[in-house]
């Protein structure tokens, strides 16, 4: 299993956000989340990518205590994409640089990633983030977490703002990376693209409602 939880909660002040008595995920699948907006998808996403406070036990490939590299294997795009105020190709190449890949294999990374999600490098690479569409923000974004070749890639509704022509693209890349076993958890609002994606190999779609997994 990639993960394992065991008597997880999370709370905002007073509210409980999120109550998990017991959930395993296994290494290499894919797991849609659905529910209303304030049903938790969200807080599970930032709990998974160790971005969120909990208490109970959290257990990511096996070890109840990660480290910061162990932790580095899970990434998560938010909704809104956050980009550096800096050029797509430093936009993407940001991670690499602090985990000092040599600029060498850098340039490479970051080209083969940007044309996996449908942006030209010669087109895009020196382009401003603030030059760029919502869709294509979000790819940017995306490429951003998948030059690391996470193990783990967590996306919460990664095509609820972009255009029907970046939608198609995130589906295509995200159906490319399950083939070569990244576990993939994504919470999303569109059932009929999840259960696409959850409905070859391992996957499986979980409802939450009040925190809950129902």
Known sequence: MIYELENLRCSYK??????????????????????RNGSGKSTLLRVLGFLQPYEGTLKFRGNTNPNNNEKRKATLLLQEPFLLRRSVFENVAY?????????????IRVDETLASVGLEPENFAG???????????????LASRLVLKPEVLLLDEPTANVDEASSILINNVLMKIKEKGTTIIIASHDAA??????????????TLRGGKIV
Do not use: F, T
Not at 127 to 141: D, H, M, T
Not at 197 to 205: D, N, P, Q, T
């Open 14 to 35: 007073d509210r409980l956000a999120l109550d998990v008595p017991d959930l395993a995920i296994e290494r290499g699948s894919s797991v849609g989340l659905v529910g």
């Open 95 to 107: 991670g690499l640089r602090l985990r000092r890949v040599p600029n060498s294999e850098i340039k």
């Open 127 to 141: 382009r401003q983030w603030y030059a760029l569409s919502g869709g294509e923000a979000q790819r940017v974004a």
């Open 193 to 206: 693209w999840l259960n696409e994606l959850v409905s070859s190999g391992k996957g499986k779609i979980l």
